[in-house]
């Protein structure tokens, strides 16, 4: 009998309407157009504006337009996988909000914490569960509400992220298409770069740690760019490497949207040129979990059966990786 692998199967998408552009942010810190776009390629960013609206809204909409798309019903779910690190509520977990949105009865779910990298650790996991034949349909959602974790008068972090998310169905195949291989790596040590003060169970929120805005993202941009830059460009080529995939074999890097500067250099690494990177970062900034499956949903109308696909992602832990996926179906 031939492998069974995990193909993608259906795709969705939502970035929320509002837009945040440079020239706004120019009113609010003390920042300019020219900085940002030169610095990190962003010009706007998306946030959801909204009395009681969370990250399991954007991934309602993403997840009901991958099933209309594959013409499924969200009873058909086995699982549900949702990667963020702007749970709706500290528990239960997103995923279980998202299935009882959708109504998806007959699934189970779970969150799963990886930041940045979060939605490439989330379709290894799905894929183990489809090759071993414990599922059927797994959908992995990538999603952040990052405006909700963000000091709008720190100009280091608030000029970089955005809200948005994705979504992808992962099927079983015997063909040899769907994911490849996989290689995820993580080292805590990093956590001190990169982290969120308070709010958990080291130290609760209270007043205090409201006051001294640590329920905010924290991060040391330089230190993170120096190791995300190394990182990303590292495991991207040894995943080339590990399938003796050679430039030419590459129809696109799908890169997590962190900084346009490490991206180039990752495509730098591999080999590639601009015209086989998928960015958005202009649009959208860095959605955290959404930035790839984002892409995939954008670029899905070129993508074709059998293209060689680089997912590759450096973020908060840290943690990164890459993943070979061969895609699997002509997009109509
Ligand atoms: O996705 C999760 C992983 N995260 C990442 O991968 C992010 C990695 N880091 C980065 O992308 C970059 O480090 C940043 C975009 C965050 C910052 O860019 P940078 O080129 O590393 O800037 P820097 O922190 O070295 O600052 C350079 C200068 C400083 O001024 P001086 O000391 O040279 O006078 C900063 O104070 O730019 C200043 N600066 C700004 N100026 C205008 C910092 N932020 C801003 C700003 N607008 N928003």
Redesign the pocket.
Known sequence: MSKIRAAVTSIGGYVPEFRLTNKVLETM????DE??TS??GIKERRILKGEGLGTSDMAVEAVNELLRKRGITADDIDLLICCTVTPDLVFPATANIITDKIGASNAFGFDLMA??SGFLYGVTTASKYIESGACKKVVVVGADKMSSIIDYED???C??FGDGGGAVLLEPTEEDFGVMDTIMKSDGSGRVH?HQKAGGSVKPASHATVDAKEHFVY?E??A??KF?VTNMADVSAEIMERNNLKSEDIRFLVP?Q??K??IDATARRMGVGEDKVMLNIEKYG?T?SGTIPLCLWEWEKQLKKGDNLILSA???GFTWGSIYLKWAYDSK
């Open positions: 810190v003390d920042t300019n900085w940002i610095r990190t930041a940045c100009r280091q972090t000029i970089i990169l991060q941009g330089q993170v760019f995300a997590h962190a900084n500067r490490i860095n955290t450096f973020g908060g």
